[in-house]
């Protein structure tokens, strides 16, 4: 079956760095574009990055451009998005998302990996 299982959450101090992976299986990886989400207490889910199903394009939330950066190994069926001067702002459940590049109706989401930025 589909599992995308998100890992590499925890907790980190402010100006600190975080890697997130996702690990996907159960579809083929490489026909799907994949972005990561997060959901902040209170808020709304909202998009941080977005990389095509063939790593060549991507795309940043404004709060994520120059401090986070997507990345993706079709070889090993895995998303990434590295972090770095992680902001109290950045307190959020961060979950990963496989949209297929074509059909847009056909997509997964992973359960989330909880990241806290806290001193």
């Known amino acids: 079956q589909v599992q995308l299982v998100e890992s590499g959450g925890g907790l980190v101090q402010p100006g600190g760095s975080l890697r997130l992976s996702c690990a996907a299986s159960g579809f083929i990886f490489s026909f799907y574009d994949m972005s990561w989400y997060r959901q902040a207490p209170g808020k709304e889910r909202e998009l941080v990055a977005t990389?095509?199903?063939?790593?060549?394009?991507?795309k940043y939330a404004d709060s994520a451009k120059g401090r986070f950066t997507i990345s993706r190994d079709n070889a090993k069926n895995t998303v990434y998005l590295q972090m770095n001067s992680l902001k109290p702002e950045g307190t959020a459940v961060y979950f990963c998302k496989a949209a297929h590049r074509s059909l847009k109706s056909k997509y997964y989401w992973g359960q989330g990996t909880q990241v806290t930025v806290s001193p």
């Open positions: 990389i095509n199903s063939y790593g060549s394009i991507t």
